[in-house]
């Protein structure tokens, strides 16, 4: 894939855990794409956090970081006002601190793609109006 690939927590998970519905797709999907996959910290807290339970699981996601197959992209320090705003806008979704530092970095690299499971990304914005480009399964709306 040409395209800088930005990293949900959905498919970060489901590629490190065999038993979810969408590892087939996810792992057909990190075939095709050339690391590093953009993320951020919420996005490695939050996948540690869902594979605590699984053998290995939160030390793989580290392992991911540190093999530099991930990389976390920007300070959410930098970049508060941008998140914030985000949230305020969303707040009815509610949108996540996750998701709001993907649409922040996917503000950052506009030539990117969001690789998520979650279908809140057809309603968020870029930039204010833009559509965000995404790499979701064919069955989420």
Same mark, same amino acid.
């Given at each position: ?8 927590? /959905? ?7 065999? =038993? *979810?519905?969408?590892? *087939? ?26 594979? #605590? /339970?699984?053998?290995? /699981? ?20 930098? =970049? ?14 509610p949108a996540s ?24 990304? #057809? ?19």
């Open positions: 894939m040409k395209r800088r690939i930005i990293l949900d927590t /959905g498919p970060l998970v489901a590629f490190l855990n065999s =038993q *979810d519905k969408y590892h *087939d797709w996810t792992k057909a999907q990190w075939a095709e794409i050339r690391p590093p996959l953009l993320t951020c910290e919420a996005v490695i807290s939050e996948a540690c956090f869902l594979l #605590r /339970g699984f053998h290995k /699981g939160p030390s793989s996601v580290l392992e991911l970081l540190k093999r530099k197959v991930l990389k976390i992209s920007f300070s959410m320090e930098d =970049q508060i006002a941008a998140i914030s705003l985000f949230m305020n806008k969303y707040r009815s979704l601190l996750a998701d709001a530092c993907l649409v922040r970095i996917a503000e950052l690299h506009e030539s990117s793609t969001v690789l998520t499971l979650d279908s809140d990304f #057809r309603i968020y914005r870029m930039h204010k109006r833009r559509v965000i480009p995404l790499l979701t399964p064919p069955d989420i709306t």
